[in-house]
């Protein structure tokens, strides 16, 4: 398929031929599901925790006689049924990671790419590169019509241009190698330099 290459000013710079097996493969959401669910759960933290009735404050003590009181038997307040007791088999620290095939997780790739097409919320670029003034950027980016964009760039991204999307707002910019399903479908726009094209293309293939 080809694609209009533009400049950040908005002026056209040629066209492109994007690889159909990347970017032209009809997006399957049960695919999408499985990678952006990979991805999050790998990134949750998985810190939460309670107290076990060997972990709360209580006094070990048996807290009346076995019989003669005419209330049921009890050892100690520390009891799971008692407010404030230990809780019975809750939350540890523990990872909710799980095993994705690598050639899956490429594939989810190629369908992020592939639905950002289909939708026409993918736009080539010459080059991200700027002289790190934020104000200029942001009346480029403006211009250009960018809400919630993700730029992606080749195997480095250029200074410049990263120090001036720091504080646009809505704006992000990452490598090729840092590319990945959840971060391309969050944002409205994905911009592809010809640099992160190519390097996209050596990575999937």
């Known amino acids: 398929m080809k694609l209009d290459v533009i400049k950040l000013d908005g002026k056209k710079a040629g066209d492109i031929e994007l690889d159909e097996a990347l970017f032209g493969l009809e997006p399957r959401a049960d695919i999408l599901h499985r990678v952006v669910r990979w991805q999050?759960?790998?990134a949750q933290a998985g810190t939460h925790k309670v107290k076990t009735r060997s972990e709360t404050s209580y006094s070990t003590k048996k807290i009346y006689r076995q019989k003669g009181t005419g209330g049921a038997r009890h050892g100690d307040r520390n009891a799971p049924i008692f407010r404030k007791g230990g809780i019975y088999k809750g939350p540890t620290p523990r990872s909710h990671g799980h095993d994705l095939p690598k050639k899956f997780r490429k594939l989810g790739l190629r369908h992020a790419l592939s639905a950002k097409a289909k939708a026409g919320e993918l736009v080539v670029i010459d080059a991200a590169e700027a002289e790190g003034k934020t104000a200029a950027l942001a009346k480029q980016v403006a211009n250009l019509g960018w809400k919630r964009a993700l730029v992606i760039d080749g195997?480095?991204?250029?200074e410049g241009f990263a120090r001036a999307a720091r504080n646009i707002e809505g704006l992000d910019i990452l490598?090729?190698?840092?590319?990945?399903?959840y971060d391309i479908l969050k944002r409205d726009t994905l911009v592809l330099t010809k640099a992160g094209?190519?390097?996209?293309e050596a990575r999937l293939k």
Not at 155 to 158: D, E, I, L
Not at 175 to 181: D, E, R, Y
């Open 40 to 42: 999050r759960n790998n």
């Open 155 to 158: 195997a480095t991204v250029n």
């Open 175 to 181: 490598p090729s190698m840092g590319a990945n399903v």
């Open 197 to 200: 094209v190519e390097a996209l």
